[in-house]
């Protein structure tokens, strides 16, 4: 999925860190072009793909099936407690993950539904779950147990992740809040819900919770009036974000 690529390179780490060999797509249209010529053990869909969203896709993978071979789908979805979990399973999927996703609970879906699980030897796992707990300062600029567990899942020979998923979030957030600030300023409400989900994802990935906490807030507010304030909190917001982020780039850089 393209239009987060934090989302994307969290979402692929994972997946190879867990020994599954991947190939990724950026949009629906992509997903079902694929399928015309490859098979796949499982497919983690994307609700909110551009193009063609993961509901119709998946709509359209059952219908070229129809009674014949039936492929895995497990949907990936930022709203399971809004009632998109139902919407998953009634478009055709079979299972469904809320964002971000946890290594533990990925690790166990995808044994769930692959053969995996029954033939891979507890010994080469290659990652490692880092205690995550909710211990941390709720006001914290940034969930540093998250940014633990990222290091977890790097790549043999792969030292510099943590320091591209740092440059992709901010490089990625620098227009997307400037997208918030013109959809405030045209009063688009449907941008602003856009926008703010996608921060939504890409914030809880890199562990910024005020981001995420603010963002939430824009993507659920009614009041179009209170939405230029929020904007504005979340900017300063970012602005510390990027403060700890670049520390802790430069101290991944010394260790590497």
């Avoid at 190879?16 to 249209?29: I, P």
């Avoid at 969203?53 to 071979?69: N, P, Q, S, Y």
């Avoid at 020979?157 to 740092?166: H, N, R, S």
């Avoid at 562990?207 to 904007?231: C, F, N, W, Y």
Wanted: net charge negative.
């Amino acid at each position: 999925y393209r239009h987060n690529a934090v989302n994307r390179k969290v979402a692929l780490g994972q997946l190879f860190s867990l020994g599954y060999r991947v190939e990724s797509v950026t949009n629906g249209r992509e997903v079902l072009e694929v399928l015309e010529h490859s098979r796949f053990d499982l497919i983690l869909m994307d609700c909110q793909m551009p193009e063609i969203d993961g509901f119709a896709a998946t709509a359209e993978i059952r219908r070229r099936e129809g009674d014949g071979r039936h492929t895995t789908i497990v949907a990936m979805t930022a709203n399971a407690l809004d009632g998109d979990d139902a919407k998953c399973l009634a478009a055709g999927m079979d299972d469904y993950l809320s964002k971000p996703v946890r290594i533990e609970v990925l690790r166990d879906k995808l044994e769930r539904w692959t053969r995996k699980g029954e033939t891979a030897a507890s010994g080469e796992k290659v990652y490692e779950v880092a205690e995550r707990t909710g211990d941390a300062e709720e006001n914290s600029v940034i969930d540093h147990a998250q940014l633990a567990f990222l290091r977890t899942i790097q790549q043999v020979g792969k030292a510099d992740f943590v320091t591209e998923l740092i440059d992709l979030f901010v490089s990625n957030t620098i227009p997307q809040l400037k997208a918030l600030r013109d959809a405030v300023a045209n009063s688009d409400e449907a941008e602003i819900r856009r926008v703010a989900h996608l921060l939504i994802g890409s914030s809880s990935n890199i562990g910024a919770r005020q981001m995420v906490t603010l963002s939430e807030e824009l993507e659920g507010k009614r009041r179009i009036q209170d939405a230029p304030e929020l904007v504005v909190q979340l900017e300063d917001a970012f602005a510390l974000v990027r403060e700890v982020l670049k520390d802790e780039r430069k101290e991944t850089e010394s260790v590497v």
